[in-house]
């Protein structure tokens, strides 16, 4: 079994939020993650899965029947809301936007990055700068390096970090890439990101 990384500080307080990426093998990867989560989890997770932009996304569709949380498609100037999972979607970069009201949803047209609209790292970067020490950031299976300079963003803006265990992993270079670039917390098999996910949630230990 991989030993985990464990963070040199563990997070001030509760996360708010959790920005979570993910690729080759994602949706596969999420089937194991998010239907464990319980009913009364706090965070809002906000979601990028690289998919094909001319092909409609069945993402809400899949996953509101496995999951205890509500379960939505962003949509441009939607409020955040807690404990609700946002998908970005096709075509669209998905962001965090915050004002005096709080943070809420915003939708992107602008180029691709890493050849990917929506991008990993345009979503963490913008979370980062919304949340601060409240975020969390997760990369999952992935076959490019999107997510690494994001994971970056949240863990210096006092946000806490996770990573599958590449081995563990379908495409194993988006979490290959997310250690290489030195921002990680926590590098875990699937199985035991839950607890990790639900503590983040609690402001509890790890």
């Known amino acids: 079994m991989p030993t985990p990384h464990r963070p040199s500080a ?5 996360v708010d939020a959790i920005v979570l990426g993910t690729s080759a093998g994602g949706v596969e990867a999420l089937t ?34 496995r999951c205890r949380l509500p379960v939505h498609e962003a949509a441009d100037k939607q409020p ?6 946002y998908f ?8 965090v936007d915050r004002d005096a009201r709080g ?12 050849f990917s609209r929506p991008a990993i ?9 919304g949340y601060g020490k409240r975020l969390g950031g997760v ?13 970056q963003a949240v863990k210096r803006r006092g946000g806490v970090t996770l990573v599958q265990e590449p081995s563990t992993a379908r495409a194993p270079t988006m979490p290959q890439a997310a250690l ?16 990790v996910l639900r503590a983040w949630g609690d402001g509890g230990a790890i």
Request: hydrophobic share 50%; net charge negative.
């Open 32 to 65: 194991h993650l998010l239907p464990t989560l319980p009913h009364d989890f706090r965070p809002a997770l906000l979601i990028v899965v690289h998919l094909p932009r001319h092909l409609p996304s069945l993402l809400v569709e899949v996953f509101s029947v």
């Open 80 to 85: 955040i809301q807690p404990g609700t999972v």
């Open 10 to 14: 563990p997070p001030a307080g509760r």
């Open 139 to 151: 990369i999952l299976t992935g076959a490019n390096a999107d997510g690494a300079l994001g994971l």
């Open 88 to 95: 970005a979607p096709p075509n669209h970069h998905l962001l």
């Open 103 to 114: 943070p809420s949803l915003a939708l992107s047209a602008d180029a691709p990055v890493h």
């Open 121 to 129: 790292d345009v979503l963490f970067e913008s979370a980062a700068a």
């Open 180 to 195: 290489a670039a030195g921002e990680v917390d926590f590098v875990l098999p699937l199985e035991q990101m839950p607890a």
